[in-house]
């Protein structure tokens, strides 16, 4: 027993630079993904919302057009996504492998998601309360930015938490297929090599940043929801 | 003030408001009666322009509102303030921020805000509250936050839309002793949108039935609600059991004489006696009327006949 423990010690000490350029190759791409998805995801919500038929100015043709991409695309499994975006990947990075490369997939990904979860949350915002802004003379766009943006601002904290946890996840997979990160970790050294330690320490690692990023998030919700 | 003519509205073929025509007058306050589906919150929304109509003309502040563009919209309901059922406060702001705003949304400056907002929280009595958000506020503050929001941009005309179906009795009748306060001092004209007779009667001066978007009763409400029409009646869900011998003689009481005892001196006058078979009182404008029902035989009705026609301070008729 003694003697596996040494083992495992001295392993997971030899791994220390693997997993921590690991970890960093994952954050970089995570964190990048995350924000350029929400600002295309946001951006993409408020056309939806402005377009809905209970919307500010209802647009069916719009918003059926919108939808439908947005639903395309979130109907791919991820994997297969980022090798149909192969061409598209080389064209926009240089290259389709490696950590830059890969945020490519995961914003396109991840995009239509958030842009559904920021809909939801404007949706989400009572009617009346649109109404009475209506009733005092606001325009459409003071309606969006003194009313819709505020009140769902707690809700799209929370979607944009639970996004990037999705985008974690979404980047270990996408070190199997050609990205780094804690992903590519797993599946060179752990997978192929066959090593229990590695798998052991990625997943681990996996868990602590999930539960800091959700942590952090829920923090966020608590102190600005009233 | 207001003026509608031959008003009527569609929604999908179906004729939601059925021929309205109407006039509130400058100071009132109005009421717009009916159940629930009548129409009534949509004719309300017509006169800030939240919802179009069909048919006829709306003049608002001398504005015919189906012609005004979206800025002349805007203009036109800077002038008229509105109040919701459950209160439409923005839930993420707190009181200051709801009740400022409109004047924020129409580019007034701090100092202007600040020095309005303190006086509206003064007349709706919530200066403690300033900063604290709506959830931690009863039924009745959030009300008040939403009345004095309605305020800040002086309107002359407050639209209500059931805005005490969600209170209390006790809550309903300080919410609506606020809004004859605003209509008297502040000298807003008020309509109310509301299925509750009670509100009606305690501070509206004229109201108009609804029914099925038709229009079944228009005026004063102690003309309405004394002696109310047999539409009128089944509006109210009101039916009278009275006994089909003899004769029945309906009695209008008017405020001015509901305190006199003339019932008991008509009886002891003519030495009669006669069975009280219904009858009611009601305080309409914190003014008391009531209505009573005698039942005598054939013979005897007419010495009372005689005796209502000369004392002519009841109204009366045989029923």
Same mark, same amino acid.
């Given at each position: 027993?003694?003697?596996?423990?040494?083992?495992?010690?001295?392993?997971?000490?030899?791994?220390?630079?693997?997993?921590?350029?690991?970890?960093?190759?994952?954050?970089?791409?995570?964190?990048?993904?995350?924000?350029?998805?929400?600002?295309?995801?946001?951006?993409?919500?408020?056309?939806?919302?402005?377009?809905?038929?209970?919307?500010?100015?209802?647009?069916?043709?719009?918003?059926?057009?919108?939808?439908?991409?947005?639903?395309?695309?979130?109907?791919?499994?991820?994997?297969?996504?980022?090798?149909?975006?192969?061409?598209?990947?080389?064209?926009?990075?240089?290259?389709?492998?490696?950590?830059?490369?890969?945020?490519?997939?995961?914003?396109?990904?991840?995009?239509?998601?958030?842009?559904?979860?920021?809909?939801?949350?404007?949706?989400?915002?009572?009617?009346?309360?649109?109404?009475?802004?209506?009733?005092?003379?606001?325009?459409?766009?003071?309606?969006?930015?003194?009313?819709?943006?505020?009140?769902?601002?707690?809700?799209?904290?929370?979607?944009?938490?639970?996004?990037?946890?999705?985008?974690?996840?979404?980047?270990?997979?996408?070190?199997?297929?050609?990205?780094?990160?804690?992903?590519?970790?797993?599946?060179?050294?752990?997978?192929?090599?066959?090593?229990?330690?590695?798998?052991?320490?990625?997943?681990?690692?996996?868990?602590?940043?999930?539960?800091?990023?959700?942590?952090?998030?829920?923090?966020?919700?608590?102190?600005?929801?009233? | 003030?207001?003026?509608?003519?031959?008003?009527?509205?569609?929604?999908?073929?179906?004729?939601?408001?059925?021929?309205?025509?109407?006039?509130?007058?400058?100071?009132?306050?109005?009421?717009?009666?009916?159940? =629930?589906?009548?129409?009534? =919150?949509?004719?309300?929304?017509?006169?800030?322009?939240?919802?179009?109509?069909?048919?006829?003309?709306?003049?608002?502040?001398?504005?015919?509102?189906?012609?005004?563009?979206?800025?002349?919209?805007?203009?036109?309901?800077?002038?008229?303030?509105?109040?919701?059922?459950?209160?439409?406060?923005?839930?993420?702001? !707190?009181?200051?921020? !709801?009740?400022?705003?409109?004047?924020?949304?129409?580019?007034?400056? !701090?100092?202007?805000?600040?020095?309005?907002?303190?006086?509206?929280?003064?007349?709706?009595?919530?200066?403690?509250?300033?900063?604290?958000?709506?959830?931690?506020?009863?039924?009745?503050?959030?009300?008040?936050?939403?009345?004095?929001?309605?305020?800040?941009?002086?309107?002359?005309?407050?639209? =209500?839309?059931?805005?005490? =179906?969600?209170?209390?009795?006790?809550?309903?009748?300080?919410?609506?002793?606020?809004? *004859?306060?605003?209509?008297?001092?502040?000298?807003?004209?008020?309509?109310?949108?509301?299925?509750?007779?009670?509100?009606?009667?305690?501070?509206?001066?004229?109201?108009?039935?609804?029914?099925?978007?038709?229009?079944?009763?228009?005026?004063?409400?102690?003309?309405?609600?004394?002696?109310?029409?047999?539409?009128?009646?089944?509006?109210?869900?009101?039916?009278?059991?009275?006994?089909?011998?003899?004769?029945?003689?309906?009695?209008?009481?008017?405020?001015?004489?509901?305190?006199?005892?003339?019932?008991?001196?008509?009886?002891?006058?003519?030495?009669? !006696?006669?069975?009280?078979?219904?009858?009611?009182?009601?305080?309409?404008?914190?003014?008391?009327?009531?209505?009573?029902?005698?039942?005598?035989?054939?013979?005897?009705?007419?010495?009372?006949?005689?005796?209502? *026609?000369?004392?002519?301070?009841?109204?009366?008729?045989?029923?």
């Amino acid at each position: 027993m003694n003697q596996y423990l040494i083992e495992f010690y001295e392993k997971s000490f030899g791994m220390k630079q693997v997993l921590l350029e690991a970890v960093i190759e994952t954050l970089t791409m995570s964190l990048i993904s995350t924000l350029v998805a929400t600002v295309i995801g946001f951006i993409l919500a408020i056309i939806l919302v402005i377009a809905d038929k209970e919307g500010l100015s209802p647009n069916a043709y719009i918003y059926k057009s919108l939808d439908i991409i947005i639903n395309t695309l979130r109907s791919f499994p991820f994997i297969i996504l980022i090798i149909v975006l192969f061409p598209l990947t080389k064209f926009l990075v240089g290259k389709q492998t490696g950590t830059f490369a890969m945020i490519v997939p995961l914003i396109i990904g991840t995009a239509p998601f958030i842009a559904r979860m920021i809909e939801n949350a404007f949706k989400e915002v009572d009617s009346s309360v649109i109404e009475a802004a209506k009733s005092f003379g606001a325009t459409k766009f003071q309606i969006i930015l003194r009313v819709l943006l505020p009140e769902a601002f707690p809700s799209i904290i929370s979607a944009i938490t639970l996004a990037l946890i999705i985008i974690i996840g979404f980047s270990a997979m996408a070190g199997t297929v050609g990205g780094g990160g804690l992903g590519a970790v797993a599946m060179n050294y752990g997978y192929y090599r066959f090593d229990g330690i590695y798998i052991f320490w990625t997943v681990f690692i996996l868990i602590v940043l999930v539960q800091i990023f959700q942590s952090i998030g829920d923090f966020l919700y608590k102190i600005i929801k009233h | 003030m207001i003026d509608i003519k031959h008003l009527s509205k569609y929604f999908d073929n179906q004729k939601v408001l059925d021929d309205i025509s109407l006039h509130v007058n400058a100071g009132e306050i109005f009421a717009i009666v009916g159940h =629930s589906g009548a129409g009534k =919150s949509t004719l309300l929304r017509c006169i800030n322009g939240l919802e179009g109509f069909s048919e006829g003309d709306m003049s608002v502040l001398g504005k015919e509102v189906k012609h005004l563009s979206e800025s002349g919209l805007g203009e036109l309901r800077k002038n008229i303030g509105m109040i919701f059922q459950n209160f439409s406060l923005l839930n993420q702001k !707190n009181v200051y921020d !709801n009740i400022a705003l409109p004047m924020k949304v129409w580019g007034y400056s !701090n100092d202007e805000i600040k020095i309005r907002v303190d006086e509206l929280l003064n007349l709706v009595g919530l200066e403690s509250k300033k900063f604290v958000y709506p959830k931690e506020l009863s039924g009745g503050q959030k009300q008040r936050v939403a009345i004095a929001r309605a305020l800040t941009l002086n309107p002359k005309i407050l639209l =209500s839309d059931e805005s005490t =179906s969600a209170l209390d009795p006790n809550t309903t009748k300080s919410i609506l002793e606020l809004l *004859q306060e605003i209509n008297t001092k502040l000298g807003v004209t008020i309509i109310i949108v509301t299925h509750e007779m009670e509100v009606v009667k305690k501070v509206a001066s004229r109201a108009l039935l609804l029914e099925d978007g038709k229009v079944i009763g228009l005026g004063r409400i102690d003309e309405l609600f004394l002696r109310p029409d047999e539409k009128m009646m089944k509006f109210l869900g009101e039916d009278e059991e009275l006994p089909k011998e003899g004769v029945n003689i309906r009695l209008y009481f008017p405020s001015n004489v509901s305190y006199n005892p003339i019932v008991t001196t008509m009886a002891r006058e003519l030495n009669i !006696n006669f069975n009280i078979v219904w009858g009611k009182l009601e305080k309409l404008n914190d003014n008391v009327v009531g209505t009573l029902v005698i039942n005598i035989d054939e013979q005897t009705s007419i010495v009372i006949k005689n005796y209502l *026609q000369e004392k002519a301070e009841v109204i009366w008729e045989v029923i």
